[in-house]
């Protein structure tokens, strides 16, 4: 696709539901980041994909979250039993290889707010 | 561990004017990579501007430019023509020996007609 997507664009739950958030990255491109970013506050770093691995998943907030990629494309961004201190803007972002040269380039967003 | 500093959390400038946002970073790595994005009210990061640290010519990209002290650790935007749609909050990031983007707070940066 010509840029990175997120769906939903906004989720309003319950506290204690499970939220499952979803990332399309840019067609081709291999590696994959998800950010989270509290109101207020710069881009916490949550996890990273090569490919469908994730070797490094210590950026988790905690056991309540996950995440997957298939195809080494699509991911999704899993919370169980959601907390109200999860609510914050998910970002995804997608570089064409893993590198630190490599340029990310970041979707939209998805707004999540836990009642 | 990496931090990224941003002092400024909100500046205001004229149109057609010149701003400079400010942005400190400590690394222990000696090849790394600092980058401006600006992210609007539509929330879409948008990559401004990038700079390697082992180029000492400061990056340019038409109206944005950065001043990189690399002794000083410090790495400062500036934009020139101020134009009403370069309103936008200015995020400072880091990346060195790992995959991940270090962010600062951000700078919340309003041009005023």
């Known amino acids: 696709g010509a840029g990175v997507s997120q769906s939903p664009s906004n989720k309003v739950t319950e506290k204690g539901k499970d939220v499952e958030l979803r990332c399309d990255p840019i067609?081709?491109?291999?590696?994959l980041y998800w950010y989270r970013q509290r109101l207020g506050q710069g881009l916490e770093f949550l996890i990273y994909f090569q490919g469908n691995s994730a070797p490094d998943k210590s950026g988790l907030p905690s056991d309540r979250f996950s995440a997957e990629r298939t195809g080494e494309s699509v991911s999704t961004l899993t919370i169980q039993r959601t907390q109200q201190e999860d609510s914050a803007v998910y970002l995804c972002?997608?570089?064409?290889?893993?590198?630190?040269?490599?340029?990310?380039?970041f979707g939209p967003g998805t707004r999540l707010t836990v009642l | 561990a990496q931090t990224v500093t941003q002092s400024q959390p909100e500046m205001s400038v004229q149109e057609a004017e010149t701003v400079t946002l400010s942005c400190t970073y400590d690394?222990?790595?000696?090849?790394?990579?600092l980058f401006w994005y600006k992210q609007p009210p539509s929330r879409q990061m948008i990559l401004v501007i990038r700079q390697e640290a082992y180029k000492q010519q400061n990056a340019t990209e038409n109206r944005f430019s950065v001043n990189f002290q690399k002794a000083a650790k410090s790495f400062s935007l500036k934009i020139s023509d101020s134009q009403l749609g370069d309103t936008a909050m200015y995020f400072c990031?880091?990346?060195?020996?790992?995959?991940?983007?270090?962010f600062g707070k951000g700078t919340k940066l309003t041009v005023n007609p």
């Open positions: 067609s081709g491109h291999t590696a």
């Open positions: 690394t222990s790595e000696s090849n790394y990579y």
């Open positions: 972002a997608s570089s064409l290889v893993l590198g630190a040269t490599d340029t990310q380039y």
């Open positions: 990031a880091l990346r060195s020996g790992s995959e991940k983007l270090v």
